[in-house]
């Protein structure tokens, strides 16, 4: 990260700007500007160090990212989202918090863009995923019909709290998206403060199953960063891993050499099928009862392209170290988050929901189908 963006999210970290916290035991208000910043075109850093020119009205929002349209949700213009991919509709509580998606276009399928759906649609900006700006013949196709976009990019959790940052600057919420930075990093620095003390020695060990029961994770992505800030040490970071088409993957052989205590699954029924398939029954956390599913809201807490981090850092601080966040209701802070930064309400049933990670999204199929 240049120096120009530190030095724009420190400035933002130290701004006094009170927000709720539900595990530090404060509950303020978030005032939201509803201006665009200036009224002019302005220029903004994205996360691949262009300068981009922003128009003065951003009215049609294009996410060709999921995360960019969690965010987008997430600071208050949704409905001005005129194209997504396809994992956004999959999303049940997305979808349910912002319904406008499902009459979002799709011109993008796996990071290949149809251009002329692009067209379509019209859009004043467009927040486009890092793997995909790296693809020239994608690039190609936005530039020759000099259409504005923002590449949105991270591996770190400061990187992720810019590029949140750099959507609300994009689409003039950068008040919210600042206060949501400031609760990310409180739960940061209230985690910290109950894990500090515990030896490396002593810290649950950890294997973090993403998407496939195989890819893990490696150093140097927000995976690795958050559960070691949840006071975990997690055992394929730092391993010899097997990288293809821009994932990490550890060999069963490998799994077992590391036997971590626990296991914790993103993805819905892979949990279900470490702990049946014969092949895993003799590790650690399958015999000992400590395979887990990761809670699903607004997308798989922890994912790499997942805007729930600092949930998913308090769920897997507390399901690791019960004892020392027996005051931390994993529950009540998941509801204070939806209604404080999504202004939705979410019913019991649906935390419950949330909590199981079961049926929050559609297969992958099913959206396909629909579309025909």
Not at 88 to 105: C, G, T, V
Not at 262 to 282: C, H, L, P, T
Not at 297 to 302: E, F, K, P
């Amino acid at each position: 990260m240049n120096t120009l963006k530190r030095a724009l999210l420190t400035t933002a970290l130290i701004l006094t700007i009170a927000i709720p916290l539900t595990a530090a035991g404060t509950h303020e208000e978030v005032s939201i500007s509803e201006i665009q910043p200036g009224g002019n075109p302005f220029t903004i850093i994205d996360c691949f160090d262009r300068e981009v020119e922003i128009p003065a009205t951003v009215e049609r929002i294009s996410c060709i990212y999921a995360f960019s349209a969690h965010v987008v949700t997430m600071l208050d213009r949704g409905e001005d989202i005129v194209s997504v991919v396809y994992g956004s509709k999959r999303d049940r509580l997305l979808n349910e918090i912002n319904p406008y998606i499902q009459d979002a276009a799709i011109p993008s399928d796996d990071g290949v863009i149809n251009i002329e759906e692009l067209l379509n649609v019209d859009p004043d900006i467009i927040l486009l995923k890092g793997e995909t700006a790296m693809m020239p013949a994608e690039i190609e196709k936005l530039e020759r019909f000099n259409l504005p976009y923002v590449i949105i990019d991270f591996n770190t959790i400061e990187e992720q709290m810019y590029a949140i940052e750099l959507i609300g600057k994009v689409i003039g919420r950068e008040e919210k998206a600042v206060a949501f930075n400031n609760y990310f990093q409180r739960q940061i620095n209230f985690i910290e403060s109950r894990v500090v003390d515990i030896p490396a020695s002593e810290r649950v060990r950890i294997y973090h199953s993403v998407n496939e029961a195989s890819r893990t994770d490696a150093p140097n992505t927000l995976p690795a960063e958050w559960t070691e800030l949840s006071g975990a040490y997690n055992v394929s970071v730092g391993s010899p891993l097997r990288f293809h088409d821009n994932k990490y993957y550890a060999s069963l052989e490998q799994i077992y050499l590391w036997n971590a205590d626990v296991i914790i699954a993103n993805q819905e029924g892979v949990d279900e099928y470490i702990r049946s398939n014969e092949k895993w029954a003799g590790l650690k956390a399958v015999q000992d009862g400590r395979v887990y599913q990761i809670p699903i809201g607004i997308s798989r807490w922890g994912h790499p392209g997942g805007m729930e981090t600092p949930l998913a850092m308090l769920w897997t601080s507390k399901l690791l170290y019960p004892d020392r966040f027996s005051d931390l209701s994993i529950e009540d802070e998941a509801r204070s988050f939806y209604e404080t930064f999504f202004n939705h309400t979410v019913s019991d049933e649906m935390i419950a929901q949330i909590m199981s990670g079961k049926n929050m999204r559609l297969p992958k199929g099913e959206i396909r189908d629909l579309e025909k």
